[in-house]
């Protein structure tokens, strides 16, 4: 997702969305959580709006994040899943444009310090104008990963 093509030059935010809120912006999250024995559910439910100094018209973004995570054998072991979806407007574009992201995997706790787990994401871009390098714009992978807590 980034225009130079080269790794060498891909910068930090590459395929993030930046939605240029910069100069004022007012934002409310709810952030609901619910546990039943080995089942966590989560959410992210949040709106902002603003734009940069020289935009008179404010611009709005909303983010919905929905997780489901199962913990099991004694928290040892866990499977979790998540959809997260952000829409709105990007400066200079004249329809909202959305990201789409799916989340699957699982994990398990070797010892308390040491976690094995593996994640499959996809995502995708939405709506972008056929100028825009994120037009059409997709990725999907599959990661295995050790952790260690000190």
Known sequence: MDST?????TQAWSGALQ?????RVHANVINPF????????FGNFETAKG???NETVDREWKQNVYEAT???LKDQLYVTGRYNTVTGALRGISNDVSIDRSHFGGGWFITPNVMLKSEYVTQKYNKFPANDIRNGGKFNGFVVEGVVAF
């Open 5 to 9: 093509g080269s790794t060498e030059t």
């Open 19 to 23: 939605p240029g809120l910069a100069s």
């Open 51 to 53: 734009g940069a100094a």
């Open 34 to 41: 619910i546990k039943l024995g080995g089942l966590e559910v």
């Open 70 to 72: 199962y913990r099991f």
